[in-house]
């Protein structure tokens, strides 16, 4: 056990990491850099073999909050770490790979983990997001707003049985408990601090277009418009929005923008940098029309917002 909060077993594994080290883990089944080993590189095979095993203890504690959140089989990978989703499935090669089998006794994984084999890359993102912000809620202590969206998420589970809609239901969940327990301000700074702990992406010269079109390949929408518009006079950009068939039912009056807000962050330069979702319309039928802008004076509105009719 080398930890036993989120917090302890991520800092266990970031001070086993080293930046130019020639090992890495991925699973085994499907080639992914499960969180919070994503980007993560080891100097040696028993360092990474520890992360290997460390990754599963965190994942486990991860399921107090989400019972569905994917399982992996950990292995440890020497050489550049391909990554499932950078390549496809039939280019993938493990080189001098060992079997970790965390918790099998080195058998086969456990029949969940090969259930959970079948897991779309939607619900591995919203797993992932969902992980990042309850994380960062403990780090936080803001035990009520857990609490609260726990209680509704279970409730929402109960009678709801696709795996699909159930991850989607825990994001709508997070963002109107994060709207009704944290201020405006804390909300941001908690999003910004989730957002470093998802895997990490490159720096993006469009950050919002990007994020769009990464949404868009998940099917978190339908389908999407964006157009950017020059500098304004306060120096911030400004980006107009339009989306098709928004997969989070959420009603007109409240827009969970969380997973979108927490992934235009992630590929954001600066950490620091101002972004904020205004101006919500919402036209119906899970179609909506917003406003991000970097404009210093506006900041805000990226976990959940009011919407508008036309």
Not at 77 to 89: F, H, S
């Given at each position: 056990?080398?930890?036993?909060?989120?917090?302890?077993?991520?800092?266990?594994?970031?001070?086993?990491?080293?930046?130019?080290?020639?090992?890495?883990?991925?699973?085994?089944?499907?080639?992914?850099?499960?969180?919070?080993?994503?980007?993560?590189?080891?100097?040696?095979?028993?360092?990474?073999?520890?992360?290997?095993?460390?990754?599963?203890?965190?994942?486990?504690?991860?399921?107090?909050?989400?019972?569905?959140?994917?399982?992996?089989?950990?292995?440890?990978?020497?050489?550049?770490?391909?990554?499932?989703?950078?390549?496809?499935?039939?280019?993938?090669?493990?080189?001098?790979s060992d079997r970790l089998a965390a918790g099998t006794g080195g058998e086969a994984p456990s029949a969940r983990a090969r259930l959970d084999s079948d897991d779309t890359p939607l619900i591995s993102f919203c797993h992932d997001v969902s992980g990042a912000v309850f994380e960062t809620l403990s780090a936080r202590d803001h035990d009520a707003a857990e609490r609260a969206i726990m209680e509704t998420y279970l409730a929402a589970a109960e009678a709801t049985t696709d795996r699909n809609t159930l991850c989607l239901v825990l994001l709508e969940a997070m963002a109107s408990e994060l709207e009704c327990h944290l201020d405006?301000?804390?909300?941001?700074?908690?999003?910004?601090?989730?957002?470093?702990?998802?895997?990490?992406?490159?720096?993006?010269?469009?950050?919002?277009?990007?994020?769009?079109?990464?949404?868009?390949?998940?099917?978190?929408?339908?389908?999407?418009?964006?157009?950017?518009d020059s500098a304004d006079a306060t120096g911030g950009n400004v980006w107009t929005v339009s989306l098709r068939g928004?997969?989070?039912?959420?009603?007109?009056?409240?827009?969970?923008?969380?997973?979108?807000?927490?992934?235009?962050?992630?590929r954001t330069a600066s950490p620091t940098a101002a972004l904020g979702v205004t101006d919500v319309t919402a036209l119906g039928d899970g179609d909506w029309q917003f406003v991000v802008t970097s404009d210093e004076g506006t900041t805000g509105g990226l976990v959940c917002t009011p919407g508008e009719r036309p």
């Open positions: 056990m080398v930890g036993t909060t989120l917090r302890e077993i991520r800092h266990h594994i970031e001070r086993l990491a080293s930046d130019d080290g020639e090992y890495s883990v991925i699973c085994a089944r499907s080639g992914e850099r499960p969180v919070p080993v994503a980007g993560q590189r080891f100097a040696t095979r028993q360092d990474a073999a520890d992360a290997a095993h460390a990754t599963e203890q965190y994942r486990a504690a991860l399921r107090r909050y989400d019972p569905q959140l994917p399982c992996y089989d950990p292995i440890v990978c020497q050489g550049p770490a391909v990554d499932a989703n950078a390549a496809p499935r039939g280019n993938r090669r493990h080189r001098d405006a301000a804390e909300r941001t700074r908690l999003l910004r601090a989730a957002a470093v702990k998802l895997s990490p992406v490159d720096p993006a010269d469009d950050p919002v277009a990007t994020s769009l079109d990464f949404l868009d390949s998940l099917s978190l929408m339908r389908a999407y418009g964006v157009t950017r928004y997969a989070i039912e959420c009603g007109e009056r409240r827009f969970p923008t969380l997973p979108i807000g927490i992934d235009i962050l992630r």
